[in-house]
């Protein structure tokens, strides 16, 4: 008997069809959390969270004497830059 109580064939496909579904389920999530592990988005999230941090402790500093605003320069893929 299959997990709906279905038997024979169509118990044995439901199965089946469970299985898979549950397969392609692990796979999206997989696929999801790859776009996280990629090198261009573990770099953002650093230069992000450092430039945060930098901003804030500039203002902590010195936010009565100099105003100062950070801007991204750019750089190219691979350069420190």
Known sequence: MGATGATGPAGAILDVARKE??????????????????????????NDTQRDQFQSE???????KVRVEIVRSGGKYGSPN
Do not use: F, N, P
């Not at 500039?58 to 009565?64: F, P, S």
């Open 21 to 46: 579904v549950a397969r392609l389920d692990a796979l999206r999530i997989v696929k999801l959390c790859l776009a996280d592990t990629a090198t261009t988005a573990i770099t953002r999230l650093g």
């Open 58 to 64: 500039i203002v902590r500093l010195a936010a009565d």
